[in-house]
């Protein structure tokens, strides 16, 4: 009997021995199989998630952001206890005792499976394991990833501590709201620091993991709310709270960002605007998209955030008085059908749903409105942003009368002749002037027209401001850096460059004369702006003017190569075509590379480099790029003098000699004194510029600096069309230069262009380019700049070549030929063949 006890028991032990060795030797099997092939866990070691790029002003202040994963790293050292505590508490209590994978959590998983039949299926996946599946596995439930993920994480145990695993977890988990990891969640939920957090907050976040959409803190409220003191009771089991803690912690309610509690934290931020997109623009194409949006840069901006409000309201103001001096009502486009108008929370909802501008602030903000009634002569309307009042918000009758609808007879005499139920307008509250209380609600629409406006620093490249149209939100296109435009007239300092440098001179004589051209399209006859012609005159007022015939007679006489070449120097064009018709700026390019070129005139001729941003540092600080590469002699030394500055050495190209840019800057400045911009352009410091309208006053132009600053404008229709018969560069675009420069000049001042040495000055009559005496004085007096040792000779006209004749036009064929040309200095030249004009189609811009 007892022998066969012995034999039963003992087949019963090597059953048991032999199904461990059979269960042994199966799971190992399973783990090699599935252990093979797995990705590598060591490329955690040098995981860099993908992180915000930040835009900062020149001052600090953060203005924008950019990312893919609103991610914000921060490392587990940085990262305080408590927000550990309460993520260990929610998702893995033995986090710091387990080799990885927590085999008692695994066997209360499977029986509950078991039990529930499938019903019940928990993960019991330790931060670990979850770091392995978010980094290196797919996210599905199969058994085959079950393993593997245990595979890893022990794996990873053994090449990571627990503070580096807890930092990869924290950091890259998703937690809602498009925020990755606990620091950009805390930001979003409560717009505050990690180190900021209560109990209940870091609680909070901690209960998100599993399903973020699960726990909104607005729709499933209460579902979070029991989750939260879940997480809450644990961290009191764990010992990470004392039981008074938690009884104060746990009676918390449940607040947020998105319920209203907390002011988000994109409040802090501006509107997002055309200078930071342009940002974006620009460094997505120097590092690449994937790189700016991931990469955590930080980026330090030129912008100065003063002079970009005042640029936007300068040409919003402009683009908005020219818009309702056309007199059309567009309005927004939008409506909001009848049933959604029912009840104030009803329409409310609707209206904040609805895309329309909101980044207008022009003489106050513009709000976004929807008609809610419109009686016999007025219309009330509900305003975002803005409490109803007894009675109503209401469009007077009067403040319609300004506009008609397109194809519609004579102006609106009641608010239903442009508004109808339901429409989405846009308005301002108009305020008095002498005391700023309210009078009525006006309505605004955004403009038609558009334009660009952009100024830079003349010495440093760096861009202060930028405006790429009426508004962004809008319309994103940048007008000052992606419209190609014809600059018109603005382009001819360029004609005359080439000319000052080829040794012709301010008091040189050019023909004002009428020409024909003959042209495989045609005769072409470029004309002046005012029809008539004015004969000898000298370069100055040529320029000071925008005579259109002499500008054509001198790019004929220095050749258009000549003028090719100077343009694409200066980086106005890539390869500009040698056609005379582009003397007059008939070939398009940006706002962008003309206020750069003239940047170049304003400091002397040094090559100088636009920039939107000074220094870009990747995420570990480390600066990447830095824009001035300017050498600081002095910057080292200790025992500097008090008082003086230290030397910085430029090593910028020259572009063009430094006399002949005072020369050109002298005649520009008579532009503004006494030529086209005189009536518009009056600022307290010397200003030079050119204005710039092309035919049919399609596009409109002025281009403007002073000493130290440099701004231009353009403006015109997104798909070019007339801006009408009393449309010019100064009527347009100087009042925007005058106002941004108005209160520029007060912040960065300006003082006399500086005169090169290797000159001298001569007194010329600026009609005749006589000389005159060295005591002479009078209106008709200029002082020119004439290089030493060159003595230039008075009276030599040059006519281009071009025949002149008293009372016809005269008609020359164009001719491929080099020619010798005196120049204003006696020496002799060899311009270029004469320009081939075979795909000319348009000329005569001024």
């Known amino acids: 009997m007892i022998r066969f006890i012995l034999s039963f028991f003992g087949a019963i032990f090597s059953l048991l021995t032999l199904g461990i060795v059979v269960l042994a030797i199966s799971l190992g099997a399973v783990f090699w199989i599935y252990g093979h092939d797995l990705p590598s866990h060591e490329s955690l070691k040098q995981y860099k998630p993908p992180t915000i790029s930040r835009i900062y002003s020149a001052e600090g202040q953060m203005i924008d952001e950019f990312a893919r994963e609103r991610r914000l790293f921060t490392s587990a050292a940085e990262i305080p206890a408590l927000v550990k505590q309460a993520f260990i508490s929610a998702e893995d209590k033995n986090f710091y005792t387990h080799k990885g994978y927590d085999t008692r959590g695994i066997a209360v998983a499977v029986f509950e499976a078991v039990k529930s039949r499938g019903q019940n299926v928990r993960g019991a996946s330790t931060i670990t394991q979850q770091v392995m599946k978010n980094f290196l596995l797919s996210g599905d439930r199969q058994l085959e990833r079950k393993i593997k993920e245990i595979i890893l994480a022990s794996r990873l145990e053994e090449t990571l501590d627990k503070e580096q695993i807890l930092e990869l977890y924290l950091n890259e988990i998703f937690l809602g709201q498009n925020s990755y990891g606990v620091t950009a969640a805390a930001q979003s939920y409560f717009n505050k620091t990690l180190a900021e957090l209560a109990p209940h907050e870091a609680a909070f976040l901690a209960s998100l993991p599993k399903a973020p959409s699960d726990y909104h803190p607005v729709r499933q409220k209460e579902r979070l709310l029991a989750r939260r003191n879940f997480v809450l009771k644990e961290m009191r089991e764990n010992g990470y709270l004392s039981s008074q803690e938690y009884e104060t912690e746990v009676a918390q309610p449940l607040r947020s960002v998105q319920n209203g509690d907390f002011e988000s934290f994109r409040t802090a931020l501006p509107s997002r605007d055309y200078f930071t997109d342009e940002i974006r623009r620009q460094l997505s194409e120097d590092f690449g998209e994937g790189e700016f949006f991931t990469g955590g840069f930080t980026v330090r901006a030129t912008i100065d955030e003063e002079m970009q409000r005042e640029a936007a309201r300068a040409l919003q103001k402009a683009l908005e008085q020219y818009d309702r001096g056309i007199g059309i009502w567009r309005g927004t486009g939008k409506t909001i059908a009848a049933e959604q108008l029912g009840t104030e929370e009803r329409w409310r909802a609707a209206l904040a749903d609805t895309r329309v501008p909101r980044d207008v602030n022009l003489n106050g903000e513009w709000h976004p409105a929807v008609v809610l009634e419109v009686g016999a002569q007025n219309a009330r309307i509900g305003i975002e942003g803005v409490d109803e009042v007894a009675g109503g918000h209401w469009i007077e009758a009067k403040d319609v009368q300004w506009a008609r609808k397109k194809g519609q007879r004579g102006k609106a005499q009641v608010a239903g002749d442009l508004l109808t139920v339901g429409d989405v307008v846009l308005v301002r509250a108009m305020t008095s002037d002498s005391d700023g209380s309210f009078i009525r609600w006006t309505l605004r629409q955004t403009t038609e027209v558009q334009g660009g406006f952009m100024a830079m620093d003349v010495n440093t490249g760096r861009v202060l401001a930028m405006q790429g149209g009426f508004s962004y939100q809008d319309s994103v296109f940048n007008r000052a850096t992606q419209a190609q435009r014809q600059p018109g007239s603005s382009f001819k300092p360029f004609v005359f460059a080439a000319a000052l440098d080829s040794g012709y001179s301010p008091a040189t004589i050019v023909v004002d004369a009428p020409i024909e051209i003959n042209t495989p399209q045609g005769i072409w006859r470029p004309r002046n702006s005012t029809n008539q012609f004015y004969g000898p005159t000298p370069l100055r007022t040529g320029i000071e003017q925008s005579r259109n015939l002499m500008t054509v007679r001198l790019a004929q006489e220095v050749g258009m190569p000549v003028v090719a070449g100077y343009a694409e120097r200066f980086g106005v064009y890539d390869n500009m075509g040698t056609y005379l018709a582009n003397a007059l700026g008939s070939e398009e390019t940006t706002l962008y590379k003309m206020v750069a070129a003239y940047a170049m005139f304003a400091n002397g001729g040094e090559r100088v480099e636009p920039t939107l941003v000074d220094r870009i540092q990747d995420r570990y600080g480390k600066t990447i790029y830095r824009h001035d590469q300017r050498d600081c002699l002095d910057c080292s030394v200790d025992n500097l003098p008090q008082g003086v500055a230290p030397r910085i050495e430029s090593n910028r190209s020259r572009v063009m000699d430094p006399i002949t840019a005072y020369q050109l800057t002298s005649m520009m400045k008579g532009v503004v004194d006494r030529g086209t911009a005189s009536g518009v352009i009056n600022l307290p410091v010397p200003t030079a510029g050119k204005t710039g309208t092309t035919n049919d006053a399609r596009d409109v132009w002025f281009v403007g600096f002073t000493s130290n600053i440099v701004a231009g404008c353009y403006i015109g229709y997104d798909r070019p069309r007339s801006l009408g ?109 004469k320009a081939n004009f075979g795909t000319i189609s348009s000329g005569g811009l001024y």
């Open 725 to 833: 018969r009393r449309a010019y560069g100064s009527s347009m675009c100087g009042p925007v230069f005058q106002s941004f420069m108005t209160e520029a000049t007060k912040k960065y001042g300006g003082g006399p262009f500086k005169v090169p040495p290797g000159g001298h000055f001569i007194k010329i009559d600026r009609f005749t380019g006589a000389r005159l005496s060295d005591d002479a004085s009078g209106q008709n007096v200029v002082a020119e700049y004439f290089r030493d040792g060159e003595e230039p000779i008075f009276g030599l006209a040059y006519d281009g070549g071009f025949a002149m004749g008293s009372n016809l036009p005269l008609v020359e064929e164009v001719r491929e030929s080099s020619r010798q040309v005196e120049t204003s200095s006696g020496g002799k030249a060899t311009v270029g063949p």
